[in-house]
């Protein structure tokens, strides 16, 4: 019997289809990724989600057994679930401006549209990466900040030249 391996850098992957799955690992392994898991359906992404940690989670918008942007909330908002503020890219085959933006609004750091290149993946990941994001809590909204670049200090001097 194999013995698992944990790494600091964990990747799940929740898909419907096992065959994205495996593209999907295949970019990760190429990428020098080696500790991945994935998951066919809502129950089974949520096992491995409370059973350990993960650096980020690639979940697919037509995940099995759930709405993937209700599931989304619900981890977000979940005391009890380790990974609730993991990074999440979703991945979507057909997604619209409302789609993403109650993506967005659910708690989601990243959005590939399907079907994606290793380059793609690699630059979602290295964004997460070199630019992590504050994670903002109220009661409507856990996940990410969504700015993603500073604001200019519009409180010293006038803004333009008389």
Known sequence: MPVETITAHGVLIADHSQHM???????????GRRDIRSATDAAGAMFELKRRDFEVILLDDGLAGTDSVEFVRRLR????????LTPIVM???????????A???AGVTEF?????????????????????????ETDDYVGPDRRRRAAPDLGTGERRER
């Open 21 to 31: 799955i495996d593209i999907v690992a295949a970019m990760l392994r190429h990428a």
């Open 112 to 136: 590939l549209r399907k079907p994606f290149a290793a380059a793609h993946l690699e630059t979602r990941l290295e964004a997460i990466r070199k630019a992590p994001r504050a994670t903002i």
């Open 103 to 105: 993506a967005r609004d």
């Open 77 to 84: 908002h979940s005391e009890d679930c380790r990974n609730r």
């Open 91 to 101: 991945m979507a085959s057909m997604p619209d401006g409302q789609r993403i933006a």
